[in-house]
């Protein structure tokens, strides 16, 4: 008697499944306040969620803390990370072959202050400031030059934390992610938060990153039609918080 054996696709645990594949394309997603959550309610979960549905897939993910990400994409555990970086901050892996999507948003690096303190940020002297960055920016060069590199510099292990130092008083200024410290002030009803919108520390546009395979490049080729749509019909900027829309650092996105 001959066994009819069917396959069976799981999607388990932590990972997506990219169902038109004959083997899933596995993702991980960086866990970020605002943006990329747990309940599925960040600004990007959402996008993936518009990008799936154009581009006719199923993608279900859950995140998880950076360094676990990285570690997962950096010994291809996982095929594609949620979401990779333009300059490689999200996906510093020291495998180079790697596909990258059209960009579905942006952060950008800047100083903050409350508007009360606002002179901090054109101050040319921070000898005696206390000045906050989340660890893994510090990677960043200009926070090792002036007028950074004679404050005192407090590490915070995440964007929550960082902010919580601004707010209780902890730091007179601290450097993070845009829009990611402004989304934090407004959950807080915080006083009114200043950064210095004429100097951008960093710009890192948000991409899909995947080790270049035939099915990851098949993908991305099928999401860039649906990112590339939503860009021209103006869906991605409308799915960006209220409040981003002004600055034009963060659109349009240049092709990865």
Known sequence: MKRAVY???????????????????KFAGVLAEKIQQHDKQGYLDKIYQEIARRSNLTINYDVMPMARTMSLFDHKKIDCLLPGSSNRYF????????????????????????????ALLAAQDLADVNIGYVRNI???????MPP???????????????????????????????????????ARNSERVSF????????DYLVVSCHRSDKTEAFIETINKAINSMWQD????????????????LFPPPAM
């Open 7 to 25: 396959p069976l696709i799981l999607a388990i645990g932590l990972f997506t499944s990219y169902c038109q594949a004959e083997t899933p394309i």
């Open 91 to 118: 996906d510093r892996t020291k495998q180079h072959d790697i596909v990258r999507s059209q960009a579905i948003s942006a952060l950008l690096l800047f100083k903050f202050t409350f508007e009360r303190n606002q």
């Open 138 to 144: 510090k990677m960043f060069n200009a926070l090792n």
């Open 148 to 186: 950074f590199d004679n404050a005192t510099h407090i590490v915070a292990s995440h964007h929550r934390h960082l902010f919580d130092m601004l707010h209780f008083g902890r730091t007179e200024l601290i450097v993070g992610w845009y829009p990611v410290v402004n989304m934090l002030a407004t």
């Open 196 to 203: 210095d919108a004429e100097h951008v520390l960093s710009t």
């Open 234 to 249: 103006g869906t991605m900027i409308a799915m960006h918080p209220n409040g981003t829309h002004h600055l034009k650092a």
